[in-house]
């Protein structure tokens, strides 16, 4: 029988529902109730554990299905909004619960995703960081192009060198995170080959498809 559990993942609650028993029950989002709540999936035997994906919440509930090979769909939160609106199920300004999301992936016979990658979650962030830094950059240029006093003119010097050394060391991670991947690396040589292309521009043409393509999958 196909049976289906919804998680809704907040900072300090995993409030969860097993949709064939009707029955709900709230685990501390920490390690100890994860231990509790991944304890329970197995026991429960469902066929699909379902949550939104929200960023920093799902991570580590993601990591520990996976784990345990316990499988899991993460889906859209604008998508899960979508179907509980129109199912009539859900007014504008209610909350997508651990019941809604257990039903969404029972009655659309949702299909389980693959794990994301440690991988691609480290160059997920270290390009999010990278951008950052670039426009933490820009604006120390503009900075230290108007400082006009010698204490100001000092201190954008020294928080532009700061920010500079900052993006070098993000690059040189982002190179040994891609050169550890045989794939990566044969497809970054080839890139890099090309006149006109750097180690820079290379590493983001590959990285920045690879990000799309989970965004798309997650959406589904």
């Given amino acids: 029988m196909y049976d289906t559990i919804g998680i809704d993942l907040s900072k300090d609650t ?81 909350r997508v619960d651990a019941a809604m999301l257990a ?47 010698p204490l100001l003119r000092k201190q954008a010097i020294l928080r532009l060198r700061q920010v500079e050394r900052d993006i070098a060391q993000i690059d040189a991670t982002i190179e040994t995170i891609i050169t550890t991947d045989k794939t990566l690396c044969e497809k970054a040589a080839i890139l890099i080959s090309i006149p006109g292309i750097a180690k820079v521009t290379a590493f983001a043409m590959l990285i920045v498809p690879l990000m799309i393509c989970k965004q798309i999958t997650a959406g589904r």
């Fill in 14 to 94: 995993l409030d969860t529902y097993w949709f064939s028993k009707r029955k709900h029950k709230q685990f501390a989002n920490n390690k100890t109730g994860l231990r509790e709540l991944i304890r329970w999936v197995r026991q429960a035997k469902a066929s699909l554990v379902v949550f939104e994906a929200t960023g920093v919440y799902h991570r580590l509930l993601e990591v520990s299905l996976a784990a345990h090979d316990l499988p899991f769909a993460r889906v859209n939160p604008r998508q899960a909004r979508r179907f509980a609106e129109g199912t009539g199920t859900l007014a504008k300004t209610d």
């Fill in 103 to 149: 039903r969404m992936g029972y009655l659309l016979e949702l299909k389980a995703d693959k794990p994301k990658s440690e991988m691609l979650h480290n160059l997920k962030g270290m390009t999010t960081a990278r951008q950052a830094l670039i426009k933490d950059r820009t604006a120390a240029r503009a900075r230290l192009a108007t400082a006009t006093y």
